[in-house]
């Protein structure tokens, strides 16, 4: 039958081919090749100035004070090995079943071809005194936790990735690359650190994940998320990878924590981030094995080769960590099918939940 077809049936064909093709994963080559922020020049005196400052960085008067920054430092943990990659959890306190879920899934993992990855909880201090006396027991155990001596808020999440890196180059500044994620996203570290260890060139200032381009401020005072004027003046957002998952190398950890030291901005944590490696001269890489905010279906082969995913539920996590670690590769055909399919899945998944929200939002205007 192919073989008598004519050749404007087949170029009808290879277009819908294409055509499919461009609209699946179009978007996505877009934003990597196309909507990248401009090149920052070293040449300004304000960036030249933050390189020199984080390149002479100074840590030991926190390690002579750990009281003051952290209730529980773990500080030991990273100092008897060479990490290649540190994962650092964002954590509410009371979250220990979720952690404990990490710990037995996709954070059971110490090391990718010989190279060593070590994984941390980061908690702000909780409300209580008993789930405090929780956590501490909970670190005795396990000897991942980071506890920073400031209440765990909504308000407080900036401060806790800023604690994160500040315990990173106070205590692992030999992490070749920091992970920074929250607790409800599923994390292919293998995909990733290998993904990490194929970098040939130019291992310094990586600051990669989901990028958000030009996101504007929420100016609406009755948000949560309000951010006045007198706070952030621009109309944009600079680039800045979304908070849920992102990678940095230890040298833009440095840079970045030295902008931060010196930046009040009361502004998303991811934002926040953002802002102050755009102002140490650092463009933040798109990479759409990041998922996000968006939960990817699942499918095996699929889930091998991204690394994150969003809005996992305790009972998915554990049987897709079963499948994808059990051991069998996928072939590039099925690699090739499985993105396909949990792309054509996941964009199902977006419409029919912009078609539920559409349908409460009109029935609401029309009882009003």
Known sequence: MFCRLRTHQWCFIIFNIMLFHSLLFGGDLLEKYFLRSLPVTYTDMKILQIREKARKLDMDPLKTNISKSFIISSSEVCSDQEVFLLTIVSSSPANRTRRNLIRQTWGNVTGIRGYAVLILFALGKPVSEAMQLDISEESQNHGDIIEGNFLDSSENQTLK??????????????????????????????????????????????????????????????????????QYQEQYYPDYCSGTAFVISQDVVRKIYVVAKETILLVPPDVFVGICAKNAGIIPIQSSRFSGKKHIRYNRCCYKFIFTSSGMEDDEILKEWREISDGKDCTLLETYYGLVSCRVLTYFDKFKHFNIETIKNEAFRFTN
Not at 182 to 194: C, Q, Y
């Open 161 to 230: 990735i800023v604690m994160s890196m500040e315990w990173t180059l106070a205590f692992c500044s030999n992490a070749k690359f920091l992970l920074k994620t929250d607790e409800e996203i599923f994390v292919n570290i293998a995909s990733l650190a290998d993904y990490l260890l194929n970098l040939k060139t130019h291992l310094e200032d990586i600051y990669i994940g989901r990028v958000i381009h030009q996101e504007v401020p929420d100016r609406d005072p009755q948000s949560k998320g309000f951010v006045s004027l007198s």
